[in-house]
């Protein structure tokens, strides 16, 4: 234990996702033996990112304007959606450069252990834009895990009595990889999911 602001700097950042005891106190003494610079701009990023970042009044994605980029840009159809559970889903999607359709951010996935129900996401949202009538499909491209298949199934089924087609990103065994690896539930999709060639 240390004492006074050393030690509220590495409870704040031991605080953050994914940053244990031990990684919150490396990343303070970072912070200490840093240029002043360094840190200024750090401190900066944070607080303008707080203050400017939003979420889009359209999809949920983050933005810092009413409406994030995708949204904004007229080249996107309108009749592909991509439901994604978090903004950084939007990033990895964007990445792959296949995808031309607009995006809704559903802001989580159904966990009823963490008491995270379909109302505390955003498929209200969700069904009002499918109710325009101008998307012809949506994925869902949720998390491969039980939390992920549960949001998909329920939203395929508030879905398919609209008369949306309702695909689910395939899943399977990724590039690469050895299939004496791979668990029964991934090998089982790839089969359910093969094609021909």
């Known amino acids: 234990m240390y004492e006074g602001a050393i030690q509220d700097l590495i409870d704040e950042l031991g605080r953050l996702p ?23 701009r750090l401190a900066t990023a944070l607080r303008r990112a707080k ?15 009413e ?6 840009d007229p080249r996107r159809t309108e009749e592909v959606l991509c439901v994604v559970e978090e903004p950084k889903d939007v990033v990895a999607i964007e990445r792959t450069g296949e995808f031309r359709g607009r995006y809704h951010v559903l802001g989580g996935a159904i966990n009823p252990l963490e008491g995270v ?9 969700l069904l009002v834009r499918l109710g325009t009538g101008s998307v012809r ?15 998909a199934t329920y ?8 008369g ?6 395939a899943s399977g065994l990724p590039v690469g990889g050895d299939l004496e690896y791979a668990d029964e539930i991934t090998l089982g999709r790839a089969f359910e999911g093969r094609r021909a060639v």
């Open 18 to 40: 994914g940053v244990g005891p031990k990684s919150a106190q490396r990343i303070a003494f970072h912070v200490l033996s840093a240029d002043p610079a360094d840190v200024t």
């Open 51 to 65: 203050e400017l970042v939003r979420f889009c009044t359209v999809c949920y994605n983050v933005a810092e304007s």
């Open 67 to 72: 409406q994030c980029r995708v949204c904004r």
């Open 117 to 125: 129900g379909p109302d505390n996401l955003r498929i209200r949202e």
């Open 137 to 151: 499909e949506l994925i869902l491209a949720t998390d491969p895990n039980t939390e992920g298949e549960a949001t």
């Open 155 to 162: 939203l395929a089924l508030m879905v398919k009595p609209m």
């Open 164 to 169: 949306i087609s309702v695909t689910r990103l």
